[in-house]
């Protein structure tokens, strides 16, 4: 267990998206071993291929067959600092990437970024914080996201769950911060699954200042927070369970 919770900044967007479920969960994220699954390697190979394509090139190889044997050991070492993609793998890459690249608003606002991957440090409240930026723009931050679904009720769905629109909040600041004009924050979203739908959406101007309002108040809980207590956030324990608004009257005869 870390002595201090200053030891666990500066805070990420991901880190206080933990936070906001409880304090346990924002441990649990400190503090457990990090394992990068398949899905996260994926879109971590995505985001390369689209925003820095040539990086993407330099960094992977490909071998068809089996993973086992001698001949897969010694390619394995040969490209010890690269990542190794079956052919399908490297397809279903490409195959997002142009899908991306040739849509008729994602393409051009990929190519307007003047910059990609744009670190950051910052402090709110007091408290340092840190991210990275996928695209500027000369007057937008470019978000890319993979997804299952980007129809409007999902992609809408997945912006409000996973916070998104706190992110963008964060993100602008550090840009504001940074002397950078970002008075647009689009979500590039693009299916992860064939046929790769993609979809651009703006976040409305009130839904980022919902984020604003969110973030801080995380910060205030954070500063209150002893840095040990793993119990969930006051008020999350001990209400009464109703059946859903969705299901169906019942009829009591007495």
């Known amino acids: 267990m870390l002595s201090s919770k200053e030891e666990y900044t500066p805070l990420s967007f991901?880190?206080?998206k933990a936070f906001?479920?409880?304090?346990?969960a924002f441990l649990h994220y400190k503090l457990a071993p990090r394992k990068e699954t398949a899905a996260m390697?994926?879109?971590t190979l995505v985001h390369r291929a689209i925003l820095e394509p040539d990086k993407y090139e330099v960094s992977t190889v490909i071998w068809d067959g089996r993973r086992a044997g001698n001949k897969y050991l010694d390619f394995k070492e040969e490209n010890a600092d690269k990542d190794i993609l079956t052919p399908k793998e490297a397809l279903d890459i490409r195959l997002i990437a142009n899908r991306v690249l040739d849509h008729p608003y994602a393409g051009p606002m990929v190519r307007q970024c003047k910059e990609f991957e744009k670190p950051f440090e910052i402090e709110q409240c007091g408290i340092p914080h840190r991210g990275i930026i996928d695209g500027l723009g000369d007057w937008f931050i470019l978000d890319l996201k993979t997804t299952q679904n980007v129809s409007h009720h999902s992609l809408q769905r997945t912006i409000y769950d996973f916070k998104y629109y706190m992110q963008a909040a964060i993100y602008q600041r550090a840009a504001e911060i940074m002397g950078m004009e970002s008075s647009s924050y689009f979500i590039l979203a693009v299916e992860?699954?064939?046929?790769?739908?993609?979809?651009v959406v703006e976040l409305e101007p009130h839904y980022i200042a919902r984020g604003h309002l969110e973030w801080e108040r995380l910060l205030r809980s954070w500063k209150a927070w002893d840095g040990k207590s793993a119990h969930g956030h006051e008020g999350e324990d001990g209400w009464m369970m109703d059946a859903p608004?969705?299901?169906?009257?019942?009829?009591?005869?007495?």
């Not at 906001?20 to 346990?24: E, F, K, N």
């Not at 608004?245 to 007495?254: G, K, R």
């Open 41 to 43: 390697t994926f879109g």
């Open 20 to 24: 906001s479920r409880s304090p346990l």
């Open 245 to 254: 608004h969705w299901a169906p009257a019942m009829e009591i005869n007495l």
């Open 192 to 199: 992860s699954s064939a046929p790769h739908h993609v979809q």
């Open 14 to 16: 991901s880190s206080l």
